[in-house]
């Protein structure tokens, strides 16, 4: 095969010795400690929802491609993913967030906290300061993203729904963030177009697109011209549960999505890279 890559589980004896021998162990966080499975168990945490379904539980899978040869590429397992959960500085107040929104329908529609980590140090490598958030939710990666903005930073929080509204701006609130966020409950497309019309246009440093994913392409349109030259725009859902890769699966939401990850792949006007975080992200940096 030339060109594109093929992928095959690892199954060589030395990989099999990474199978975990026994359930893993469930997910605690605490920043000022180590790693430590003992510790975690005796540490039941509240929330278990981030342990994966997942049965074949292979660490690697081997690329093959004609041009490179072979190449070992991590595969997320269970006890990996408890282990790189384990590694994340949560902020206490983002998991006061997380697990009281555990307790509403819709919970799982909340970036992970790895994930929540890594658009808090994008936010912070860009030195951003006005920000914008399509899809706030209860306001897990808001309030992450808001939490590192300086004292003058801005975010611009889109959502439709009042009621998961009032969750994100009590907590906003409780991490003395308020001042830093301005809500907008309004269909998405018309709190962006508003912006445009007020001249914003090039002046947000990042955007983070987690709304309804059939609307990505008219989303990502509104933040292009919103978001100034060097700025990023960070897209969630772009694997969707794996599905995109499946040309058995043909919903619409799925097609959708390939379609989007496709112009993506091919906008001269950005860079653009596809991260295999949560549920993947791609970010694409403004040329
Ligand atoms: C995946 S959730 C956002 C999760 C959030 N980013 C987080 O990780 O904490 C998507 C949100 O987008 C909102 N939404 C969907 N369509 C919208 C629209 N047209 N305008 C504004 N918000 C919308 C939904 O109400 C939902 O709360």
Redesign the pocket.
């Known amino acids: 095969m030339r060109g594109i890559a093929s992928f095959q589980r690892f199954t060589s004896p030395r990989a099999l010795l990474f199978r975990p021998p026994s359930p893993p162990p469930p997910y605690h966080h605490s920043p000022s400690k180590p790693y430590s499975p003992l510790l975690a168990q005796s540490l039941l945490p509240s929330i278990t929802r981030f342990r994966s379904l997942q049965t074949d539980a292979s660490p690697v899978i081997v690329s093959e491609d004609d041009s490179f040869g072979k190449k070992q590429v991590i595969s997320l397992t269970p006890q990996l993913y408890d282990y790189i959960l384990s590694n994340v500085r949560e902020p206490p107040i983002l998991r006061e967030l997380r697990e009281e929104?555990a307790t509403l329908k819709?919970s799982q529609?909340?970036?992970s906290p790895d994930?929540?980590q890594l658009l808090a140090m994008l936010v912070q490598i860009l030195g951003a300061n006005r920000c914008i958030?399509?899809?706030?939710?209860?306001?897990?990666?808001?309030l992450a993203v808001a939490l590192v903005l300086p004292e003058s930073g801005y975010l611009v929080a889109?959502?439709?729904?009042a009621k998961?509204l009032e969750i994100a701006k009590k907590y906003y609130e409780l991490a003395a963030v308020a001042h830093k966020v301005d809500v907008k409950q309004?269909?998405?497309?018309d709190?962006l177009q508003s912006l445009l019309d007020k001249g914003e246009g090039c002046s947000y440093d990042f955007a983070?697109l987690?709304?309804?994913k059939r609307?990505y392409d008219e989303y990502f349109e509104y933040l292009f011209q919103l978001v100034r030259v060097g700025g990023v725009i960070v897209i969630?859902?772009v694997l969707w549960h794996g599905k995109v890769a499946n040309p058995n699966e043909t919903d619409k939401k799925t097609n959708s999505l390939r379609k989007f990850n496709r112009k993506i792949f091919k906008d001269e006007r950005i860079s653009t890279s596809v991260v295999p975080v949560g549920d993947g992200m791609t970010i694409c940096r403004k040329k």
């Open positions: 929104t819709g529609m909340l970036v994930q929540a958030e399509v899809g706030v939710f209860t306001g897990y990666s808001s889109c959502e439709k729904d998961c309004a269909l998405a497309a709190t983070f987690d709304a309804d609307k969630d859902n």
